[in-house]
């Protein structure tokens, strides 16, 4: 068992409708000879309620570890429930009239008044069992569950206390000259009203989606149909009393048998199982010996082992050879002592019992080691089971992270496009040329994060493994904070937010992916200027320690409560207070900086005095020494007209004009086509220094292109650039076979292409 309900396997099904069948089936058969007399044994009490005892002690102690374990409630009242049954079964014995000469207290209604209540009192707390099972579990601790069930234990046994001394002082009869009078017929009814209530209620929950109340619905029914035939005969000593007894034992059993008999190999390695295992087995072989002695009037002295093979299988399947040991053990005393004369130890009869004796123990050996062999390939077929299932959790959660990555991706693609259509816009109201240059560098700097996240969706191991690898270099914390202030800008403006930022005086450097931590940062704003009323107020500090680089976002939105900043950084997760401002969004913004901050060795923490009163949060970052001097600019001088030749040809005729523009007015000599042939008689006269060449073309494909013009006379020295949207690892490894001897995945940085065009080698 888990601490959620495991629901039962259609075997486990089948074998509850099979076992409530037969049991309806042998009640109805029993009826006509319920009222017959039988043989006057109060012995007969000590029997079966020494096993019930047994059994529900064993079922208890396996209750109240669960609990412990899981902290269901269900657990707990269930406990109770056999606890209180088993002290109920020894008191009965202690008071019932011949089991022990004279009772011990009360008169001679004690017991049958502690039946009484014994049922009563078992039956309402399986329904209190009932109504908890669609309970959450108690997220307490280990100390507290303990606690919490010695105190149940406690009040449990004084419960049955109080019942056992009412029973000893109750006048009211519950027998007369051995029959049932209308009190006790008027309890056994309320008995059988709560069970039947306890069992429209396990149907009404739904609760046999969980196989503990499964094979509680099997107690309920065993325990109705021994009632209802105990009701039948009249009074004690009847027939259908015998076999209500022998009943009880049986349901008393079948929680703990089927408990058992389901645990996983690694759960019967504890001491409690071995306990249970034995006592099941015990009261297994007394059920069998009881109702060998039911066949008495039909088989006499004859086959006294005929019902305990059955026994020693089911303790084997239970708890292994040991128990199946112990229980043929049980089981050949308890025959010979009541079916075998002792007397007769010699002559012919003498001979035929040690010869069935013989058979016996070389049956159960055979029984004992089949049973075990097959127990072992059972514990063997659930755990290739559990494999297999593992096996598909595994690929679910491949499955997932896939989807997740996906759902990511599809976030994150929206945060450029908002400074890219203001950038786009601005560029049409034609304005200054210095604007219009921080707007182009503004709209490169977005693109250059549109291609990091193609990049990363077309990583397909990076999408199983369910993580983005990061492009480290030593960056100053002010740029990617600058950047991802241009990418929120537009959010905030909308909602008419006050944005103040207060940078260092001097450069704070980290170790990090410049794209990955501006959009930590970007997700930020936004989600400050989401979740802020509008004409709110956002602030942003830089700050470093002697460790650490420190980027806070203090915002005057709607703030939090406690204890929710556990939670807000999981995916897919919104407060209620959240989605009550603003419904939309998946959630997976607090997420995103979560994790990239995490993969980048720093921590991130949240902060709010309250609802209503504002929201911080708060980066970490470890810090770096700082850099001497600025990467130099990545774009070289103009060349003069004429100093190096450069095809280009890709079908896609925007992606080469716009190419070809590029490299034109950069100084070279280019040839643009979209006809892979075209290019390639164009290019016998041409003969280009560097092709950039596309793979997936009509026609012709790039490898095949770069063949035919590797094959050329004059293209020993030409060198070929890959220029595709095919980045993956056997697509690189593709071009390489066919002689490119770079391949770039589109868009590729225009200074890269430069350098390229400058010289494969030396831009190498």
């Given amino acids: 068992m888990t601490a959620q309900a495991r629901a039962p396997t259609i075997a486990e099904r089948r074998t509850f409708a099979l076992l409530a069948a037969l049991y309806a089936t042998v009640t109805l058969g029993a009826i006509p000879w319920a009222s017959v007399a039988g043989p006057r044994v109060p012995q007969f009490i000590a029997v079966c309620n020494g096993g019930v005892a047994v059994a529900d002690i064993c079922t208890a102690l396996l209750l109240f570890y669960e609990f412990r374990r899981t902290g269901r409630n269900a ?39 502690i039946f009484l209540l014994w049922r009563l009192g078992t039956a309402s707390l399986f329904l209190a069992a009932v109504f908890e099972a669609q309970a959450a579990p108690s997220q307490l601790s280990t100390g507290a569950l303990t606690r919490r069930m010695l105190y149940a234990c406690f009040a449990t046994l004084a419960a049955c206390a109080a019942m056992v001394m009412a029973a000893a002082y109750l006048e009211l009869p519950a027998l007369a000259s051995g029959r049932f009078t209308a009190y006790n017929l008027l309890l056994i009814a309320a008995y059988l009203a709560i069970c039947s209530v306890a069992l429209y209620r396990i149907w009404r929950a739904r609760a046999f989606d969980d196989v503990l109340y499964v094979w509680l619905s099997l107690v309920l029914v065993a325990s109705i149909s021994d009632q209802i035939l105990a009701s039948l005969a009249g009074g004690q000593y009847t027939l259908g009393w015998y076999f209500a007894k022998a009943s009880t034992v049986v349901s008393a059993c079948l929680i703990l048998v089927f408990w058992l008999g389901g645990m996983s190999a690694r759960e019967r390695s504890t001491p409690l199982h071995s306990i249970a295992a034995y006592g099941a087995a015990v009261v297994v072989m007394t059920t069998a010996l009881l109702l060998r002695w039911f066949m008495l009037p039909w088989a006499g002295d004859s086959y006294p082992f005929a019902t305990v093979f059955g026994a020693v299988a089911l303790a084997v399947w239970i708890g292994g050879w040991r128990p199946g040991v112990v ?89 450029p496009m908002a400074p890219l259509l203001n950038g786009l816009t601005l560029l049409d109201m034609h304005p200054s040329p210095a604007d219009a240059g921080r707007t182009r560098a503004m709209m490169g700097r977005q693109i250059d994060h549109l291609r990091r996240l193609i990049d990363d969706l077309l990583d397909v191991s990076r999408i199983d493994r369910g993580k983005l690898e990061l492009e480290r270099k030593r960056i100053s914390v002010d740029a990617f904070v600058r950047h991802a202030v241009e990418t929120a800008q537009p959010v905030i403006d909308a909602k008419s937010h006050e944005l103040v930022v207060h940078y260092p005086p001097e450069p704070i450097f980290v170790d990090g992916d410049h794209v990955r931590l501006s959009q930590a940062v970007s997700n930020l704003l936004n989600n400050a200027a989401k979740f802020t009323p509008p004409g709110g107020r956002i602030e942003v500090a830089v700050t470093a320690t002697e460790r650490e680089a420190v980027v806070s976002v203090r915002d005057s939105g709607i703030g939090f409560g406690k204890g929710d900043e556990l939670q807000m950084f999981e995916m897919f997760v919104q407060l209620d207070a959240a989605r009550a401002v603003s419904p939309g969004g998946l959630g997976l913004g607090l997420m995103l900086v979560r994790r990239i901050i995490e993969m980048h060795g720093g921590a991130v923490e ?67 086509h979209s006809d892979p042939a075209q290019a390639l008689a164009v290019a016998r006269d041409f003969k280009p220094h560097v092709a950039f060449i596309d793979l997936n073309m009509p026609g012709m494909t790039g490898i095949e292109l770069a063949a035919r013009l590797k094959a050329e006379a004059w293209a020993g020295a030409v060198e070929l650039v890959a220029l595709t949207g095919m980045g993956q690892k056997e697509d690189v490894a593709a071009t390489r076979r066919a002689g490119f001897d770079v391949h770039l995945t589109k868009p590729a940085d225009p200074s890269r292409i430069l350098k390229l065009a400058a010289g494969v080698k030396s831009a190498r």
């Avoid at 130890?345 to 055979?366: F, R």
């Fill in 75 to 113: 657990f707990l009242v269930l406990g109770c429930a056999y606890l209180y049954s088993a002290a109920m079964a020894l008191a009965q014995v202690a008071a019932f009239p011949g089991v022990l000469g004279a009772p011990l207290f009360g008169t001679l209604q004690t017991a049958a008044w």
């Fill in 327 to 415: 229980a043929a053990a049980v089981g050949f005393v308890g025959a010979t002592i009541l079916f075998i004369d002792p007397s007769v130890a010699i002559g012919s009869k003498g001979a035929g019992n040690a010869l069935g004796a013989l058979s016996y123990w070389v049956s159960c050996a055979l029984i004992i080691g089949l049973g075990h062999a097959m127990r072992d390939a059972r514990d063997r077929h659930q755990r290739l089971e559990s494999e297999v299932r593992q096996r598909a959790q595994e690929l679910q959660r491949a499955d997932a992270n896939k989807s997740r990555f996906l759902a990511v991706l599809s976030h994150e693609l929206r945060n």
């Fill in 606 to 672: 949240a902060r709010s005095a309250g609802p209503d009163k504002g929201s911080e949060f708060v980066l970490r970052l470890p810090r770096a020494a700082a850099i001497e001097a600025a990467p130099s600019s990545v774009v070289e001088p103009k060349r003069g007209a004429g100093a190096r030749r450069v095809l280009v040809v890709d079908d896609n005729v925007d992606a080469a004009d716009t190419l070809g523009s590029i490299l034109t007015l950069d100084g070279f000599d280019v040839r643009v």
